[in-house]
Antibody
Framework: EVQLLESGGGLVQPGGSLRLSCAAS????????MSWVRQAPGKGLEWVSV????????YYADSVRGRFTISRDDSKNTLYLQMNSLRAEDTAVYYC????????????WGQGTLVTVSS | QSALTQPASVSGSPGQSITISCTGT?????????VSWYQQHPGKAPKLMIY???NRPSGVSNRFSGSKSGNTASLTISGLQAEDEADYYC???????????FGTGTKVTVL
């Protein structure tokens, strides 16, 4: 059974940093691209970033490019999102999601971790 | 990259059929057969319901079906049930640097 468990969320001041983690199990983690998707309170889904199975390719939404860094440690079956220069508009539940082998869909999602950016 | 456009809400009575539209552009919905649909119950994670415009993952009820015409994709729920009450989001691969775009979301209410 595929399981994705996010952690690392919390309250941070504007301009601060936070690192999210997503522990994966139940599938060959290193073989699949992984992604982060966020959802601001009461709002819709917004794609944030994706990383290839090898970790060699990364892509970002325009809203986070240059501030967020996605990475992975295949030896630990763990996905990360380093978030710097956080803004109030980054407040959201952050979900990690497994990407299908053709890179076109998100077939499994974690339960999410809440990030609140506020002074 | 703007979000795909969905109606804010759709409602129907038990047993009825409803259809949710998802309108994009030739750079996303119209340009690729990579449209997917996700169901999200309050406080829960999204769940993949349709991929590749009209394919259902294993375990998803055949009451859910998808289609596409031009720049607009659609999700139809037939035989509406109380458990179908949720938010639904479409998504598409896009040729922009963003790679993926989601719809604005539709709240389905079972009357």
């Amino acid at each position: 059974e595929v399981q994705l468990l996010e952690s690392g969320g919390g309250l941070v001041q504007p301009g601060g940093s936070l690192r999210l983690s997503c522990a994966a199990s139940g599938f060959a983690f290193s073989n699949y691209a992984m992604s982060w998707v966020r959802q601001a309170p009461g709002k819709g889904l917004e794609w944030v970033s994706v990383i290839s199975g090898s970790g060699g390719s990364t892509y970002y939404a325009d809203s986070v490019r240059g501030r967020f860094t996605i990475s992975r440690d295949d030896s630990k079956n763990t996905l990360y999102l380093q978030m710097n220069s956080l803004r109030a508009e980054d407040t959201a539940v952050y979900y990690c999601a497994k990407v299908t082998s053709n890179w076109n869909y998100f077939d499994y999602w974690g339960q999410g971790t809440l990030v609140t950016v506020s002074s | 990259q703007s979000a795909l456009t969905q109606p804010a809400s759709v409602s129907g009575s038990p047993g009825q059929s409803i259809t949710i539209s998802c309108t994009g552009t030739s750079s996303d919905v119209g340009g690729y057969n990579y449209v997917s649909w996700y169901q999200q119950h309050p406080g829960k994670a999204p769940k993949l319901m349709i991929y590749g415009v009209s394919n259902r993952p294993s375990g998803v009820s055949n009451r859910f079906s998808g289609s596409k015409s031009g720049n607009t994709a659609s999700l139809t729920i037939s035989g509406l049930q109380a458990e179908d009450e949720a938010d639904y989001y479409c998504s598409s691969y896009t040729s922009s640097s963003t790679l993926y775009v989601f719809g604005t979301g539709t709240k389905v209410t079972v009357l």
